[in-house]
């Protein structure tokens, strides 16, 4: 009974605020909807005089976007951007090519519910959907090169700087303080059953840092990013399966496109999932890199200068260390990050960053060849991390 009243609450809740969204017709239904650890993500179905319309609603999760009105800022300027692009080069389908933000009745892109909590609403993409892992060389090819687009669409957004809706959210150096400062604390004395990981991070802190120091030193320059490229973070159309619309644009903000080449390196080049539990399972397929950079590469050799093209792997490692510290940080903090669906979920998550590292070791001079073979950097080693770190 008691359960039954917190459920009708939540509804209500829910229902109150879509309603204060700028959508005509009745409601009919919602359910939550998609895989996001951050946000909870629902979509909903509308009545519009006998045509059923969908929507995307979002609750934005506070703890980690502690300045909502700032990310929605953002997400309308980068919204627009992308729209006038789209349409400027004559494409179809725009509206299933960008976000296309709601706003409220009262017209800001957001609606607070009776909590507080931050709502937005977007346009459901319909005959969409996101894939978790890749499974074939084209796709991983589409998903290379819808990024890439991604990244020249907002190359001259031009304005004030996008806010920094996370600081300092791929630097590896505050990562691993905040990693330590929990590793210290142990607030669930899980650091004992976790050793071998901890031990992987340590040993790996010199070389993750390549990225933030390159940036940090001028060596690569500041541009807009997504910051959060994992494969389902792009829609994927259900006829042509081609790569639809890059979503999640809540961390769209000034970093390096080697963090965006980096997530997808991390998440396009294993066929197995980001919380794997067999570990043999997780390799990184030489086949798939290849056909992602390439992807990437085929918009992107057009802007990247020869120090971002000589990183583009080490890039991928980066990403994929700091995501595993992130998880193991996670972890020893108790959970409270990243969403989960059973315990030990984050340790899972970092043992599977862990095992791609370790694959992507044992096969980096022949990732190195791909990759400077497609970019035409083979003689500008700007970085040389295999040599330096002495992988290879
Ligand atoms: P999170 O930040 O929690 O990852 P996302 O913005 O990535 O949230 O959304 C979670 C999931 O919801 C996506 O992976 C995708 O499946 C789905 N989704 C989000 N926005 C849309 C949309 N406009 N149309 C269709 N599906 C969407
Ligand atoms: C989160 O929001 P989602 O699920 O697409 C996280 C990313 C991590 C990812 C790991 C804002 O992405 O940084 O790479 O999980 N997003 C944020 O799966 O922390
Ligand atoms: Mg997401």
């Not at 142990?186 to 991070?201: G, Y």
């Not at 990403?319 to 669906?341: A, C």
Request: aromatic share 8%.
């Amino acid at each position: 009974m008691y359960n039954n009243n917190m459920k009708e609450n939540r509804q209500l809740l829910f229902e109150r605020v879509v309603h204060q969204f700028a959508i005509y017709g009745e409601f009919e239904s919602a359910q939550p909807f998609g895989k996001g650890h951050i946000n909870n993500t629902y979509r909903s179905v509308w009545n519009q005089a006998g045509v059923r319309v969908q929507y995307t609603h979002q609750r934005i999760n506070e703890q980690v976007f502690i300045h909502p009105g700032e990310v929605m800022e953002n997400i309308e300027r980068v919204t627009s951007r992308i729209r006038k692009k789209l349409t400027e080069a004559g494409m179809k389908d725009v509206s299933r090519r960008a976000l296309t933000v709601i706003p409220a009745k009262d017209g800001k892109p957001w609606a607070r519910d009776d909590e507080g909590g931050w709502w937005r609403t977007y346009l459901f993409i319909g005959g969409s959907h996101t894939l978790e892992q890749t499974s074939s060389p084209k796709e991983a090819r589409f998903l290379g090169a819808s990024i890439a687009r991604f990244q020249s669409q907002l190359a001259d957004l031009g304005g004030e700087r996008l806010h920094e809706t996370i600081p300092d959210f791929h630097n590896m150096e505050k990562r691993y303080a905040r990693f330590y400062d929990a590793l210290s604390k142990d607030c669930r004395s899980r650091a004992k059953d976790v050793q071998p990981e901890i031990d992987f991070m340590r040993k790996n802190e010199e070389r993750g840092a390549v990225l933030i120091r390159a940036l940090r030193d001028g060596s690569i320059p500041e541009r807009i990013c997504h910051n959060d490229t994992k494969i389902n973070n792009i829609l994927v159309d259900d006829e042509s399966s081609e790569a639809l619309c890059v979503i999640d644009l809540d961390t769209v903000m000034p970093g390096t496109s080697l963090f965006d080449v980096g997530d997808l390196i991390r998440t396009v080049t294993t066929r197995a999932a980001e919380d794997e539990r067999d570990l043999s399972r997780v390799e990184f397929d030489l086949i798939f890199l290849e056909a992602l950079l390439d992807g990437y590469l085929s918009e992107a050799l057009n802007f990247l200068i020869p120090a971002e093209l000589a990183l583009l792997c080490e890039a991928g490692r980066n990403i994929t260390q700091i995501m595993g510290l992130r998880f193991l940080t996670d972890y020893l903090e108790g959970d409270h990050y990243y969403h989960t669906t059973r315990p030990d979920h984050n340790l899972d998550r970092c043992r599977t960053q862990i095992a791609l590292i370790k694959s992507m070791d044992s096969r980096w001079k022949q990732a190195e060849d791909i990759a400077a073979g497609l970019a035409g950097v083979a003689d500008s080693p700007a970085f040389d991390t295999g040599k330096r770190f002495g992988i290879v």
